[in-house]
């Protein structure tokens, strides 16, 4: 259903090969630990993906003590141009089981509700997904019931994987010094925490980790945390009369009082929020986290100081108490990084429209990898894969999406080649 001439069609892509694979391969991460990575098992999949890349031929393949892989496609190319590298994440997510994932390949799919096997009230309906109606002729990955896929970012790794595998057997395709990195801990928000910059040594970037086929992702949250923590008196509770200020109730006055219109559960497109996380506490102190989400860096103000004033508001009616906000940097929207490049996103669009693919510029609400790269000195912005429902078990990704990601990165790195 998607135009073929690419002149690619003699290409035997691996990319849904190397997905089969790689989903089956428990990569959860874990926001409780404390180790790096926070879980060794994501090592079992960065292991195989070096193992591949040597085998491959690509040079300067490391894996190294906390589960990055970094390696080295060399320019063929005599003429200088910019380092580019592309990223994606091992990791799935804590929201959803990883663990025995069995892919299950829907060859020719035409239309019909997707029963997950394993758990029968798991439906994959096109109803509920209308991308699937897209999809009618191609080949759909789903899981089996009780997991996620790992579409999220699997397709980005096997997509990745599978440029290296196309420019290492297709040598007359000129291109400049191309890097490739997989990270760990994506998903707790730790994907770039013990990254070298040094060693990848790129100078610009792109991450797969993006949805729909043609989407390109040039902007992410600005992203602030908030501690509140409200301090009570406490009383025993048999003498407490007039005496008894229970923290935990102040805390929940202040829930209610949040605006409903400032809510993810309220809220798309370009509108931001305040949300509340967590709650934890006793009579004489309780504590409320919140995350807090805007487009703009003035936006994200604006809900810090209505989060600090309608705490205010609360507290002022009960003596002997206070609070405390602590406002903590999360992650800053990325676009403020890729204006000052446009051409990243000027080619990523113009690779997309030569390999016959309509292009989509979507701002993410959330962060990746690449809003934390574009400020670490990588300006980054974030591709398609074709992942759908990510982080549940309705995961499922189209095979010929992942593959007009490939085509996408072997044109783009042409464009780069000729800058
Ligand atoms: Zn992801």
Sequence with gaps: MFAANLNMTNYNYTVSERFLRYVQIDTQSDPHSNTFPSTTKQKNLSNILAEELQKMGVTAV????????????????????????????????????????????????????????????????????????????????????????????????????DLAYYLLTHPTIPHGTIKLLFTPDEEIGHGTAKLSMQKLNADFGYTLDGGELGVIEDETFNADSAVLDVYGVSAHPGYAKDKMINALKIVGEILMALPKTLAPETTEGREGFIHPIRIEGLPEKATIEFILRDFTTAGLQQHAQKLHSLATTVIEKYPHTHFKLNIQEQYRNMKAILEKHPQIVALAEKACTQAGIEVY???????????????????????????????????????????????????????????
Excluded at 373 to 400: D, R, Y
Aim: charged letters at 20%; hydrophobic letters at 35%.
């Design 62 to 161: 490391e894996l190294d003590e906390y589960g990055y892989v970094y390696a080295t496609i060399p320019s063929n190319i005599t003429k200088k141009v910019p380092t580019i590298c592309f990223c994606s994440h091992v990791d799935t997510a804590p929201d959803c089981s990883g663990t025995n994932v069995k892919p299950i390949l829907h060859k020719n799919y035409q239309g019909q509700d997707i029963v997950l096997p394993d758990d029968t009230t798991q439906i994959i309906s096109p109803l509920h997904y209308p991308y699937l109606k897209k999809h009618i002729g191609c080949d759909v990955i789903t899981a089996s019931g009780h997991t996620l896929l790992g579409a999220d970012d699997k397709s980005g790794v096997a997509i990745i994987m």
């Design 361 to 419: 510029k979507q701002s993410i609400r959330g962060g990746t990898d690449g809003s934390r790269l574009s400020f670490m000195g990588l300006p980054c912005a974030n591709i398609f894969t074709g992942m759908q429902a990510i982080h549940s078990k309705h995961e499922w990704v189209c095979v010929q999406d992942m593959q007009k990601a490939v085509d996408v990165l072997i044109k783009l790195v042409q464009l780069w080649a000729m800058q």
